[in-house]
């Protein structure tokens, strides 16, 4: 899922309230959520959205119970690592669209992670 966090617009803490407890209730804990940054375009002039703000959503939504939480459009990599829910281990790392480590053995098709076993709900085969 994808939450585009526009300023002055979908920002409000009773907007980012409903949209946490929804992903939750609609799609669950394990479903990803990407937070987006907002940039101004074409007829849109709100400022960007502020990366403080960023931090804070996602902070909220780790809180709740969303397991993957990642922020996008801010040009920093360190925000799309998956971590282990669990444990926090390191599982995958990510740089320009790329996964450059990825730390999980594959137990049939479940992917876990290595420190304590918590399934990773990620499919598809890693071809390093």
């Keep these: 899922m994808v939450y585009l ?16 407890d929804t992903h939750l209730s609609t799609v669950g804990s394990k479903t990803p ?14 400022p960007p959205t502020s990366l403080d703000k960023l931090v804070s959503i996602a902070l909220k939504a780790k809180r709740e119970g969303i397991e993957f939480v990642y922020l996008g459009n801010i040009g920093d990599s360190s925000f799309e690592i998956t971590y282990c829910p669990k444990c926090n281990k390191k599982l995958i790392y990510r740089w320009m669209y790329r996964v450059k480590e990825f ?26």
Aim: glycine content about 4%.
């Design 33 to 46: 959520l990407h937070i987006n940054r907002y940039y101004p375009a074409y007829k849109w002039y709100e």
């Design 103 to 128: 730390n999980m053995y594959r137990e049939g098709d479940v992917y876990r992670c290595p420190r304590c076993s918590y399934e990773i709900p990620i499919r598809g085969k890693y071809i390093p």
């Design 5 to 20: 966090v526009v300023t002055n617009t979908n920002d409000l803490d009773e907007c980012i309230e409903w949209i946490i």
